[in-house]
């Protein structure tokens, strides 16, 4: 009897697609979207297997792409870039909350399809109770980490515990392995991380500090079970498509079944299978996510700053105003040693916002001469796949160069008070060309890469965006300072504008044109390994992807190609700077 029932639903899993293939209209692949806890690249291999599994049993094309994190992943399936998102509990909430998702699939990890949340702090420490903390300080992982914020978080809030209040200091690690090492080297006190049972006494402080020397660390508090990472898609994609959601569903169930696919799955993320399963699995997340993040507002609304701080402030903002009025002083040298006060003011205001002590400022450059030292020797063996990836970064840069060049230039001459009459136009000029250098590269990538997903794309749509406003600005500052000598000779001759543009102006902004455009360039490069960093590809993504996974020797070959690549870009554009001067 079981044996025909497992005959039955193998012939069902393998007739869905077709009779979805028949009923619905299907998109021309899947995408799965996954985020790097660890190594991008690692996961992104593990990723690929199971897509080509899954695609082998829905016959219909299927891609994994690995975001930058959580937040992007949950942007991607809403814009509709990404299908099926593995989410952990938290995003999928984020998720719930933004569009409406459809739960389909709860991972399973040794037998268990739910995992828990741990404080954690050196075995040496005086901490013995939640209690000794106080006072103290905690890294989380980041606002979006179910184990390593949200329900750790919560439960001290349910305990009576304000974390605004009750940590003198709270910083965010990023990832699992930099909060237990922070916590291993002194520099916090405790890590909110993630944990196995209780009974088995190890999670994140044993995996990744097993190798690594130094002191060892002990759970202070457990959390519930918590339910496991989820199979997630749009609650439009599951009306839209509900056989072929219905039958990704049950594929992956089936792969977690079959021998070969529970090994791509452990190596994917340590995961033994799928159980189905639905929203209301997540409650606790659900109210600890609302929880905290009400707490946050509080915190933020009920906090304005340190008082002495506010006051340097205000006396700041009083001098300022009384020595731009003239009003402190007639005599330049009184005006000196006042602006020197007022500087003098600012600098002890900054200092105090900071609040670095020097032990350690101190211990820090010691844990950089570690960090130093796990760079060497280099390891050479990823010099081909760093070339790759700095072409491309040099590829990401040109396009994004030359795309934004044009609008630039025509922002410029429309700026340019000898060159466009119009005060309304050059006002309106400027204020594109300041709105554009207003918002930084870094966050135009962010919200490219939210809105198209991970790839080369939104490096160079970021690139080309930015190189307008900054360009633009250049152009017009440079056009305004030309010798008007040309220009009003040819205009008392009665040259038309066209001809005053292109005999009286042009000859003498091309050099600067050339000069700039290569400068802006060069800048990009620099932008573009930056934009890797945020999922925009090229060699900033394989930066992030091999510091992620501590792989310090690869990390000495990419920071070699940076430099080697900077050097080469200045000595060809200073050559051709000189060739157009």
């Known amino acids: 009897m079981i044996l025909r029932r497992i005959l039955l639903a193998a012939l069902l899993t393998a007739a869905l697609p077709r009779v979805a293939r028949a009923q619905e209209t299907l998109p021309s692949e899947i995408v799965l979207g996954f985020n790097p806890a660890e190594n991008a690249q690692t996961l992104q291999r593990s990723a690929d297997e199971l897509a080509r599994d899954l695609s082998d049993r829905i016959h219909i094309p299927v891609r994994a792409t690995v975001t930058l994190d959580y937040t ?78 949200v329900i750790p978080r919560y439960l001290l809030l ?71 990472d989820a199979i997630a898609t749009t609650e439009t994609f599951a009306r839209e498509h509900p056989l072929l959601v219905r039958s990704v569903s049950s594929s992956l169930v089936a792969i977690g079944q079959s021998e070969e696919g529970r090994a791509i799955l452990r190596r994917l993320n340590s995961t033994d299978g799928f159980v189905p399963s639905d929203i209301r699995q997540y409650d606790l997340v659900r109210q600890a996510f609302r929880a905290t993040r009400d707490e946050q507002s509080r915190a933020r609304s009920g906090r304005f700053e340190d008082p002495r701080s506010m006051r340097i402030f205000g006396l700041l903002l009083l001098g ?108 309106a000029s400027r204020f594109a060309c300041n709105l554009n250098r207003s918002i930084d590269l870094l966050i135009i990538g962010l919200i490219l890469v939210s809105a198209y997903g991970p790839g ?48 009286g102006i042009w000859p003498q902004f091309t050099p600067h044109f050339v000069s700039q455009a290569l400068f802006r360039f060069e800048l990009n490069v620099r932008g573009a390994v930056v934009l890797g960093l945020v999922g925009a590809q090229g060699i900033g993504f394989l930066l992030q992807t091999y510091m992620r996974g501590a792989e310090y020797g690869k990390v000495t070959v990419v920071i070699a190609a940076v430099v080697i690549l900077v050097m080469a870009l200045d000595a060809v554009s200073s050559r051709l700077r000189r060739n157009t001067a």
């Open 320 to 427: 300022a105003a009384l020595l731009g009025a003239g009003a402190l002083s007639r005599r330049p040298r009184a005006q000196r040693w006042s602006a020197f006060g007022l500087f003098a003011l600012a600098l002890v205001w900054a200092a105090m916002a900071a609040r670095i002590p020097m032990a350690d400022f101190v211990k820090g450059w010691r844990d950089i001469g570690q960090f130093l030292r796990g760079m060497f020797p280099p390891d050479w063996r990823v010099v081909a796949e760093v070339m790759e990836a700095t072409v491309l970064t040099v590829r990401l840069a040109l396009v994004g160069t030359v795309a934004g060049i044009p609008l630039a230039l025509l922002l410029g001459l429309l700026s340019a008070e000898n060159v466009t009459p119009s005060g309304l136009i050059r006002r």
């Open 456 to 503: 080369a794309f939104p490096g160079v749509g970021a690139l080309a965006i930015h190189t307008v406003g900054s360009l633009g600005k250049q152009f017009y500052e440079t056009l305004e300072t030309m010798d008007p000598g040309p220009v009003e000779a040819m205009r008392s001759l009665g040259a038309t504008r066209l001809q005053v543009l292109r005999w």
């Open 72 to 149: 992007t992943l949950v942007e991607s399936m809403r814009s509709g870039h990404v299908h099926f998102g593995w989410l952990t509990p938290s995003p999928l909430v984020l998720a719930e909350r933004l569009f409406g998702v459809r739960v389909l699939l709860t991972q399973v990890r040794r037998g268990q399809p739910t995992y828990y949340s741990a404080l954690v702090v050196r075995e040496d420490s005086r901490f013995h109770s939640i209690e000794d903390l106080q006072g103290g300080s905690i890294a989380w992982i980041d606002p979006t980490s179910t184990s390593g914020y």
């Open 158 to 228: 349910q305990r009576g515990f304000n974390p605004s209040t009750f940590f003198a200091r709270q910083v965010f690690a990023g990832q699992h392995d930099a909060a237990v090492i922070a916590v291993q080297r002194g520099q916090v006190d405790a890590a909110a991380v993630w944990a196995d049972p209780p009974s088995e006494h190890t999670g994140a402080w044993t995996r990744y500090l097993a190798n690594r020397p130094g002191p060892r660390l002990r759970p202070l508090m457990y959390s519930p079970p918590v339910p496991s």
